[in-house]
């Protein structure tokens, strides 16, 4: 008889790692709608931000910190949910904030001031970043390696599928079911996702212990440090930077808290999140990257929307076709590049400055813009930003992911949704600088022009006051609307102008990336598809071959 040891079956497998099966796709699926549904949640306010606020007499400050409000606590979520997660379990942890996300927006409508409504938002943006970074470590913990790629291909829908819904989706709430709708869309959709979750995602155990090493310094530090930074992003160009004391006191204090939280975190023997992942350049080279593919998509979707509203007067129903070309292609083009990151023979590199490469020509062909443009100019450009986000978005978390483990998720995902969440801010902190300060540029400059061609140019008369002199009896009334109409043309152009040269950065920031994508990260394979390893060395002739084990079969 052989010995119990050589007799005795293997360990079986932990009760939260089951063999990957229909249910446990069900339940990835379900994560996954429960991310779709937070973003939903994040851009159909932020779309339909002056119609909530009409709705609800809010004025125009107080709506601003209506959405920097929410940002921050979403960010701040972000960077520590990983530990959370795992002290309390995927599935419960998961299922518990989609259902507050869910929960909070029922009351939202009925707020009576500013603070409740301030601090419901809080709390909803709150459990709404608690979402993303468990997908991505469920996409990389439960998935197997064959289809790991295409779990990244669907964490990336959160970046180019969700914004460009957001304004769709926004007018279909809004335009047909009513206004309180746009905090109540995601109440089906989080119910679906629960029973999704509930019947699929494994059970894994719940670590409480985890308490008695809990990391308080850092995170005492580390949430303080990125509510006042992203803070800052929002609020910066409205205050007008470092001319108001807020802005002045929350950088300084916010950016000392956010060195010192770094400084802990590297030094930590239980971080949050590790940032000696920085030492692989390619990690390093991929998180920054992602930023600026989040920056420059964040710019190229609200240049559009942005000129047809300020030019053309379009509502958010009117600009919805370009949003859709968008998103619904992402349908079909994101497992299609998930497919050709997962083959041997492509290197993601390579897609990733074609895809660059897309968005800069789009950005280029922007520069174009005119005042006589309309929804249908910008069909091709919204074409190759189909091509172009996927893939990028993509490879840049192929080369970021494809070279951890299991084990590395949590440590990973924290640190790439904040960054991913503190792209959004630099994005949109960085168009409110260029709008402004461009359009201020341009105004100037036209005003300037206009002057100084007033002497030469009046024996021609003035094309405004003729076109409008039947208009009214009193010349002074004629004068002053032909004065009004002047100035809209000179915001016109400005806008337009400044919109232009928007695009003109984007595409110097793509050209850019260009070439960093060739110099500095290293090629990375699928999991499993990896260059061959070497054939070990036959043993020597004197090397005794050890013996057979007793429960072998005999040859």
Not at 155 to 165: E, I, K, R
Request: glycine share 8%; charged share 10%; net charge neutral.
């Amino acid at each position: 008889m052989a010995p119990p040891s050589q007799t005795a079956a293997p360990p079986a497998q932990p009760s939260y790692m089951p063999p990957f099966g229909m249910r446990t796709l069900i339940g990835c699926l379900g994560m996954l709608l429960a991310v779709h549904v937070a973003g939903f949640n994040e851009h159909i306010t932020e779309i339909g931000l002056s119609d909530i606020r009409g709705a609800m007499h809010i004025g125009h400050d107080e709506g601003t910190w209506f959405i920097s409000t929410y940002e921050a606590f979403n960010i701040a979520a972000m960077a520590f949910t990983p530990w959370f997660y795992m002290t309390f379990s995927i599935y419960r942890f998961s299922i518990f904030m989609t259902a507050v996300l869910a929960l909070l927006s029922i009351p939202l409508p009925f707020m009576p001031d500013m603070i409740s409504l301030c601090v419901l938002r809080a709390a909803q943006g709150l459990s709404a970043g608690c979402l993303p970074p468990v997908l991505m470590t469920v996409m990389l913990k439960y998935l197997p390696p064959p289809i790991k790629v295409f779990g990244v291909g669907g964490y990336a829908m959160s970046a180019t599928f969700g914004p460009n819904l957001g304004s769709p989706l926004e007018a279909l709430w809004f335009e047909h079911f009513g206004w309180h709708w746009l905090y109540w869309e995601v109440i089906p959709l989080s119910a679906i996702a629960i029973a999704m979750m509930a019947y699929g995602l494994p059970r894994d155990p719940v670590h409480l212990e985890r308490f008695m090493k809990f990391n308080w310094r850092g995170f005492f530090i580390g949430v303080p440090s990125i509510l006042c930074v992203v803070t800052v992003l929002y609020q910066g160009d409205r205050l007008d930077w470092f001319r108001s004391p807020i802005i002045s006191h929350l950088t300084f204090w916010g950016g000392a808290l956010f060195v010192g939280f770094l400084f802990h975190e590297w030094h930590h023997h239980s971080p949050f999140f590790r940032l000696q992942y920085w030492k692989n350049r390619n990690i390093a080279m991929s998180m920054l990257t992602l930023v600026g593919v989040l920056v420059i998509c964040s710019l190229m979707i609200q240049i559009p929307s942005t000129y047809l509203a300020e030019v053309r007067g379009y509502r958010p129903s009117q600009t919805a076709p370009i949003a859709l070309m968008v998103a619904l292609p992402q349908l079909i083009m994101l497992p299609l590049t998930a497919a050709l990151c997962n083959m041997r023979s492509v290197d993601c590199r390579y897609l990733l400055g074609i895809g660059m490469s897309c968005l800069g020509l789009a950005a280029f062909l922007g520069t174009w813009l005119t005042p006589d443009w309309v929804r249908d100019n910008f069909y091709l450009l919204q074409d190759l930003q189909v091509v172009g986000q996927p893939m990028v978005v993509i490879p840049v978390l192929v080369l970021a992911t494809m070279s951890l483990g299991p084990a590395d998720g949590p440590f990973i995902s924290g640190m790439v949704n904040m960054l991913k969440g503190m792209a959004s801010a630099v994005g949109a902190a960085l168009f409110a600088i260029l709008l402004r300060r461009r359009e201020q540029y341009h105004s100037n400059m036209l005003l300037d022009r206009s002057g100084n061609n007033a002497t030469s140019l009046s024996g021609m008369g003035n094309p405004i006051e003729d076109a409008i002199q039947n208009t009214s009896p009193d010349t002074a009334h004629v004068s002053r609307n032909a004065l009004a109409i002047f100035h809209h043309y000179l915001h016109e152009q400005s806008v337009v102008l400044a919109l232009a040269d928007i695009y003109f950065v984007v595409a110097v920031l793509c050209a850019g990336y260009v070439v960093l994508n060739f110099i500095l990260p290293k090629r990375v394979y699928p999991p499993g598809k990896g260059p061959a390893a070497p054939k070990p060395a036959p043993a020597p002739a004197s090397t005794p071959v050890p013996a057979a084990p007793l429960s072998a079969p005999a040859h």
